[in-house]
Structures are given as C-alpha cells and as structure tokens.
C-alpha cells in the first residue's frame, strides 16, 4: 500500500500544453510538497502545504500552481508548457512542517517536446 | 538561503570497502539534520534524522555523526556492497522549519 502516490509516472507531452500531475499520501500527514529534480540532479523544492495553505514558494514562475482539494492531496498544474520543465517531479508529505522526516512518492518524469 | 554542502560529489569504490562522506551545513540556528538514500529511479528514503550534537545514529552496516558546532555529519557505510550503490543526500530544514534544503548528493558505486 503506496504511502505517496503520485501520477502519472511517466508523461511526454508538447510545448505550450497545461498539463496536471496528481499526488496523494494516505499517511494522514499535514504537509505536503512538491520536489523538483533539476538537470544536475538536484532536489530543489517548489511548494508547501500546511493544512491546505501554502507556506513556502520557492520563486517558481506562475504558470506552476499546487491545488490542494484536502489534507490528503496535492496537485501540481503546470500552463504553458516549456522545454525547460522536463524535469521529475517529486511529491513529498510530513507529519509537520518544522522539518521531520519527509516521505517521497517515486517522482513523475516529465518530458517537453 | 540554507547552504547544504556535500562532499565528494561522486565516489567508486570495491565491494568490502569502507567509505565515508561528508555534509557540512551552517552551525548558527541548527535544527536538525537528515540523511536520505535515493536510488536510481526510486524515491529518496530516510536514513537518519539527527538533532543533538555528538549523536551518532547506526543502522545496519550505516552510522552517522554530527557536530553542530562546527557544521558538519559524517555519514559511514562499512563493508560497502553493490547494493548500497545509490546517491546520499544530507538536508536540514531552513530558517523558517517549512521545509527541506538538500544538498546535492554523493553518488556512491559499488563495484563488485
């Protein structure tokens, strides 16, 4: 039983589409995140999630937006697709934001053509 | 910004090897301090979370140190096999407690 899902796995999709990756932890944890892995490998993070409010927002352009529908689920919608965001995706939750262990989801690769 | 430093970036080594690697982080405002291993298509796991400094965590054939006062963990793999190839990464949270900064990671390959 998955504790981070996240889907789809695996996406190619073209420049300038809007496209949605969908997250869902069942370890009934308060916060949630969004993980990017850049081109040198480096986890860099771009949102949080506290109770359905957003905590952090790492300077990540506008046309990335978490959605959150309840504590168990985080979204990542991206608009206007660019060569520059294929990249893994990686959702995450925590019992508390305050830096405890975070648990992953196995990250979505994401491909713009 | 946190600065989350991990060095080498990358290590070969021979089966039955023993390794070390280091994190250093800034000693001022510490809180606590993660070590994760991420393989290759997988998500990264949690190896240690370390607050105290002088703690040192154990887990199997993988220990860790931590010094908070000069900014730097040590993680140990004794006897290194092929399946503990895989790239370890060090975070401590930022000045806010939102989140995770991780460092850039130690690739580790074990040759048998």
Known sequence: DTAVSQTPKYLVTQMGNDKSIKCEQNLGHDTMYWYKQDSKKFLKIMFSYNNKELIINETVPNRFSPKSPDKAHLNLHINSLELGDSAVYFCASSPLPSGNTIYFGEGSWLTVV | ?112
């Open chain 2, 1 to 112: 910004i946190l600065n989350v430093e991990q060095s080498p970036q990358s290590l070969h080594v021979q089966e039955g090897d023993s390794t070390n690697f280091t994190c250093s982080f800034p000693s001022s405002n510490f809180y606590a301090l993660h070590w994760y291993r991420w393989e290759t298509a997988k998500s990264p796991e949690a190896l240690f979370v370390m607050t105290l400094n002088g703690d040192e965590k154990k887990k199997g054939r993988i220990s860790a140190t931590l010094n908070t006062k000069e900014g730097y963990s040590y993680l140990y793999i004794k006897g290194s096999q092929p399946e503990d190839s895989a790239t370890y990464l060090c975070a401590s949270p930022n000045s806010g407690y939102s989140t995770l900064t991780f460092g850039k990671g130690t690739m580790l390959l074990v040759s048998p």
